[in-house]
């Protein structure tokens, strides 16, 4: 019996794209929901949608509107950090393409 020492390889993940663009999904979610559990973080995006008449009277009366979930996402707690750093650096290189020099285009503080 031989043992084999542990081999060490670096490597980047990357997202596998389909083969063909009707393969393809992007779904929209402009609302999301964030809970967590002992073990996870779980956001569920949803895509809320303009009211009718009959949304907003529901509205009135339960005081909360209703709204199609689009994809739950429960994430271990090791890479949260990681997607908040992602998330940040986004918006900032987003702010930092849509601004003059030495302007912020939103004012700091938490983006719901």
């Not at 559990?37 to 529901?58: H, K």
């Not at 992602?86 to 503080?109: C, D, F, I, Y």
């Given at each position: 019996?031989?043992?084999?020492?542990?081999?060490?390889?670096?490597?980047?993940?990357?997202?596998?794209?389909?083969?063909?663009?009707?393969?393809?999904?992007?779904?929209?979610?402009?609302?999301?929901?964030?809970?967590?559990?002992?073990?996870?973080?779980?956001?569920?995006?949803?895509?809320?949608?303009?009211?009718?008449?009959?949304?907003?009277?529901?509205?009135?009366?339960?005081?909360?509107?209703?709204?199609?979930?689009?994809?739950?996402?429960?994430?271990?707690?090791?890479?949260?950090?990681?997607?908040?750093?992602a998330l940040?650096?986004?918006?900032?290189?987003?702010?930092?393409?849509?601004?003059?020099?030495?302007?912020?285009?939103?004012?700091?503080?938490?983006?719901?």
């Amino acid at each position: 019996m031989s043992t084999t020492p542990n081999k060490q390889i670096n490597f980047t993940i990357v997202p596998d794209e389909p083969g063909s663009k009707s393969e393809a999904t992007r779904t929209y979610a402009n609302f999301c929901a964030v809970a967590h559990s002992p073990f996870d973080l779980t956001i569920t995006f949803c895509d809320v949608r303009p009211l009718s008449t009959d949304d907003i009277r529901q509205a009135e009366q339960s005081e909360t509107v209703r709204a199609p979930i689009v994809a739950r996402i429960a994430l271990p707690f090791g890479v949260v950090p990681g997607l908040i750093n992602a998330l940040q650096e986004q918006l900032r290189a987003m702010q930092a393409a849509q601004s003059p020099e030495g302007t912020q285009p939103w004012p700091k503080g938490p983006t719901h």
